[in-house]
């Protein structure tokens, strides 16, 4: 891990230390400077979970990445830097779709003198690591609820309004090799959501948009604008995310066709 590398990339100049205000602070960089993007699965170019295949891709190539690679990413700083991390089982969206979800999401916990939940890995939602214990919680204009159900489960209650709503997790050392599988299962099944739709996600500390496909959608009041281009969608696409993969010239193509 080139740790200085890493904190240029999300744009963090402190000192780092195995502590709260480190934790906050390189949550909140990663949050708000790396994006969220599928563009690699939607286009069927391969993922790893490698953390140097990751490393290269967010950090030497200016990417994005999915949740795997998100976390995946700041879970190996986090751990370079001293925190003590550990990889959970996440499951987005198990509130509507139930238990076949299980292993879509890898979210972290980091223990201090008590435990944090830690993810930077959805897109829109948590700006700054928050306690894992059951609460309310404020983050600027974004609201989030934590609770715990009776299967063992804990739920995030995303902001209202955002995408997705909720993702569940258990708070025990995930099963590697389910997320491994989901993971590879997320990227060659042909009805995977991540291979069906094209979603960028952009967070700032006062809002932030998603890309669906030829749809640009506003996180503060819900309003949506329509790619006209190919031109205008890649330019915006490269202002959200940074660098863009070779292959995405060919995403106009298969967008239009898809909405045909």
């Keep these: 891990m080139e740790l200085d590398a890493y904190f240029k990339r999300i744009g963090y100049l402190g000192t780092p230390a195995a502590d709260l205000q480190t934790l906050m602070s390189l949550h909140r960089c990663q949050a708000l400077n790396v994006a969220y993007?599928?563009?690699?699965?939607?286009l069927g170019i391969p993922v790893s979970q490698d953390p140097h295949a990751i490393f290269n891709k967010i950090v030497h190539s200016g990417r994005g990445g999915w949740c795997y690679e998100?976390?995946?990413?700041?879970?190996?700083?986090?751990?370079?830097?001293g925190f003590e991390?550990?990889?959970?089982?996440?499951?987005?969206?198990?509130e509507e779709l139930g238990d076949k979800v299980i292993g879509n999401h890898l979210v972290l916990r980091v223990d201090?003198?008590?435990p944090w939940l830690v993810d930077t890995g959805v897109g829109d939602g948590l700006i700054d690591p928050v306690p894992l214990q059951a609460g309310t919680y404020t983050q600027g204009h974004r609201q989030f609820r934590l609770e715990r159900n009776h299967e063992g489960f804990w739920r995030l209650h995303n902001r209202p309004g955002?995408?997705?709503a909720s993702f569940d997790f258990l708070d025990t050392p995930g099963d590697e090799?389910?997320?491994?599988?989901?993971?590879?299962?997320?990227?060659?099944?042909?009805?995977s959501p991540f291979?069906?739709?094209?979603?960028?996600q952009r967070m700032r500390a006062s809002g932030g948009c998603m890309v669906r496909g030829l749809t640009e959608i506003d996180h503060n009041d819900g309003s949506t604008a329509q790619f006209a281009s190919e031109g205008a969608l890649l330019e915006r696409l490269e202002a959200l995310i940074g660098a863009l993969p070779p292959q995405a010239e060919s995403l106009w193509q298969r967008l239009t066709a898809d909405a045909a």
């Excluded at 998100?70 to 830097?81: F, Q, V």
């Excluded at 090799?177 to 009805?191: G, I, K, Y």
């Excluded at 291979?195 to 960028?200: A, D, K, M, P, Q």
Aim: with cysteine.
């Design 195 to 200: 291979r069906r739709h094209l979603v960028v």
């Design 70 to 81: 998100l976390n995946g990413l700041l879970g190996w700083a986090l751990e370079n830097i």
């Design 112 to 114: 201090l003198d008590s």
């Design 177 to 191: 090799a389910l997320l491994s599988a989901t993971c590879e299962r997320l990227q060659s099944d042909p009805d």
């Design 37 to 42: 993007e599928n563009l690699d699965v939607f």
């Design 85 to 94: 991390v550990t990889r959970l089982v996440g499951a987005v969206r198990r």
């Design 162 to 164: 955002a995408f997705p």
